[in-house]
Protein backbone atom coordinates (compact mmCIF):
# COMPACT_ATOMS: atom_id res chain seq x y z
CA UNK A 1 0.00 0.00 0.00
CA UNK A 2 1.33 3.36 -1.19
CA UNK A 3 2.41 5.70 1.59
CA UNK A 4 3.44 9.30 1.41
CA UNK A 5 7.16 10.16 3.52
CA UNK A 6 7.17 11.56 6.62
CA UNK A 7 8.96 14.65 5.46
CA UNK A 8 6.85 14.87 2.48
CA UNK A 9 3.93 15.15 4.43
CA UNK A 10 5.12 18.09 7.00
CA UNK A 11 6.70 20.16 4.10
CA UNK A 12 3.35 19.95 1.86
CA UNK A 13 -0.29 20.45 1.26
CA UNK A 14 -2.48 18.08 -1.25
CA UNK A 15 -3.47 20.04 -4.31
CA UNK A 16 -5.26 16.99 -5.74
CA UNK A 17 -4.53 13.77 -7.54
CA UNK A 18 -3.49 12.76 -11.22
CA UNK A 19 -4.05 9.57 -12.13
CA UNK A 20 -0.42 8.05 -10.99
CA UNK A 21 0.45 11.06 -9.01
CA UNK A 22 -0.24 12.83 -5.76
CA UNK A 23 0.10 16.47 -6.50
CA UNK A 24 1.72 18.55 -3.88
CA UNK A 25 2.39 22.66 -2.96
CA UNK A 26 5.37 22.89 -1.14
CA UNK A 27 4.76 25.39 2.01
CA UNK A 28 8.21 27.30 0.86
CA UNK A 29 6.04 30.36 -0.13
CA UNK A 30 9.28 32.04 -1.82
CA UNK A 31 8.55 29.95 -4.96
CA UNK A 32 5.48 27.97 -6.30
CA UNK A 33 6.71 24.84 -5.88
CA UNK A 34 5.07 21.67 -6.67
CA UNK A 35 5.85 18.00 -6.56
CA UNK A 36 4.46 15.08 -8.20
CA UNK A 37 4.78 11.56 -6.03
CA UNK A 38 4.04 8.68 -8.14
CA UNK A 39 1.90 6.41 -5.94
CA UNK A 40 3.49 3.54 -6.09
CA UNK A 41 5.47 1.73 -3.00
CA UNK A 42 8.85 1.48 -2.66
CA UNK A 43 9.84 3.07 -5.76
CA UNK A 44 13.11 5.56 -5.61
CA UNK A 45 13.65 6.08 -9.10
CA UNK A 46 11.82 6.28 -12.80
CA UNK A 47 12.99 3.52 -14.08
CA UNK A 48 11.53 1.15 -11.05
CA UNK A 49 8.19 2.30 -12.36
CA UNK A 50 6.61 0.02 -15.30
CA UNK A 51 6.91 1.43 -18.41
CA UNK A 52 3.16 2.59 -18.97
CA UNK A 53 3.89 4.50 -15.29
CA UNK A 54 6.89 6.15 -16.88
CA UNK A 55 4.99 7.37 -19.30
CA UNK A 56 2.39 8.54 -17.09
CA UNK A 57 4.34 10.33 -15.26
CA UNK A 58 6.09 12.33 -18.14
CA UNK A 59 2.54 13.40 -19.03
CA UNK A 60 1.39 14.46 -15.68
CA UNK A 61 4.65 16.41 -15.42
CA UNK A 62 4.06 18.17 -18.49
CA UNK A 63 0.44 18.59 -17.41
CA UNK A 64 1.40 20.40 -14.06
CA UNK A 65 4.60 22.23 -16.39
CA UNK A 66 1.93 23.61 -18.67
CA UNK A 67 -0.30 24.31 -15.72
CA UNK A 68 2.72 26.18 -13.46
CA UNK A 69 3.62 28.45 -17.22
CA UNK A 70 -0.05 29.62 -17.89
CA UNK A 71 -1.04 30.59 -13.93
CA UNK A 72 2.38 32.03 -13.14
CA UNK A 73 4.48 32.57 -16.32
CA UNK A 74 8.10 32.21 -14.84
CA UNK A 75 11.11 33.28 -16.23
CA UNK A 76 12.08 29.22 -15.87
CA UNK A 77 10.53 26.69 -14.72
CA UNK A 78 12.53 24.27 -12.94
CA UNK A 79 11.93 19.96 -13.32
CA UNK A 80 14.29 18.30 -10.97
CA UNK A 81 14.37 14.78 -8.79
CA UNK A 82 17.14 14.06 -6.70
CA UNK A 83 16.30 12.10 -3.72
CA UNK A 84 19.13 12.52 -1.66
CA UNK A 85 16.89 13.19 1.30
CA UNK A 86 13.54 12.20 0.72
CA UNK A 87 14.25 8.60 -1.52
CA UNK A 88 10.64 7.79 -2.42
CA UNK A 89 10.23 8.93 -5.96
CA UNK A 90 9.26 12.59 -6.46
CA UNK A 91 9.35 15.13 -9.23
CA UNK A 92 9.89 19.11 -8.20
CA UNK A 93 8.27 21.62 -10.53
CA UNK A 94 9.19 24.87 -9.67
CA UNK A 95 8.20 28.13 -11.26
CA UNK A 96 11.62 30.41 -11.23
CA UNK A 97 11.92 34.44 -10.96
CA UNK A 98 14.63 36.62 -11.33
CA UNK A 99 13.54 38.79 -8.77
CA UNK A 100 12.91 35.14 -6.71
CA UNK A 101 15.19 34.89 -3.18
CA UNK A 102 18.11 32.68 -4.53
CA UNK A 103 17.61 33.66 -8.72
CA UNK A 104 19.90 32.32 -10.14
CA UNK A 105 20.91 29.60 -8.24
CA UNK A 106 19.18 26.45 -6.83
CA UNK A 107 16.80 26.72 -4.27
CA UNK A 108 18.12 24.47 -1.71
CA UNK A 109 19.91 25.91 1.18
CA UNK A 110 19.61 29.77 -0.39
CA UNK A 111 16.96 31.35 1.39
CA UNK A 112 15.06 30.55 4.68
CA UNK A 113 11.72 28.70 3.70
CA UNK A 114 8.55 31.86 3.94
CA UNK A 115 5.32 30.46 5.17
CA UNK A 116 2.26 31.19 3.11
CA UNK A 117 -0.05 33.34 5.09
CA UNK A 118 -3.33 31.47 4.90
CA UNK A 119 -5.12 33.25 2.20
CA UNK A 120 -2.16 32.93 0.60
CA UNK A 121 -1.66 29.42 0.45
CA UNK A 122 -5.52 28.75 -0.10
CA UNK A 123 -5.41 31.27 -3.32
CA UNK A 124 -1.93 29.40 -4.69
CA UNK A 125 -4.15 25.89 -4.29
CA UNK A 126 -7.08 27.65 -6.08
CA UNK A 127 -5.17 28.68 -9.02
CA UNK A 128 -3.27 25.45 -9.59
CA UNK A 129 -6.20 23.56 -8.86
CA UNK A 130 -8.19 25.67 -11.39
CA UNK A 131 -5.79 25.58 -14.03
CA UNK A 132 -5.74 21.61 -13.69
CA UNK A 133 -9.20 21.06 -13.69
CA UNK A 134 -10.54 18.46 -15.05
CA UNK A 135 -7.34 16.75 -15.24
CA UNK A 136 -6.80 16.46 -11.26
CA UNK A 137 -9.17 14.28 -8.53
CA UNK A 138 -9.20 17.33 -5.33
CA UNK A 139 -10.08 15.72 -2.16
CA UNK A 140 -13.15 16.38 -0.38
CA UNK A 141 -13.66 18.26 -3.77
Avoid at 109 to 122: H, S
Wanted: hydrophobic share 45%; aromatic share 6%; charged share 20%.
Amino acid sequence: MFQLDERLQKDTVMVGRFQLCLLLLHRDGNYPWCILVPQRQGATEIHHLSALDQQLLLAESALLAEALESVFSPDKLNIAMLGNIVAQLHIHHVARFKTDASWPGPIWGAAPAAEYETAEMEQRLASVRNALLGKIVIEGG
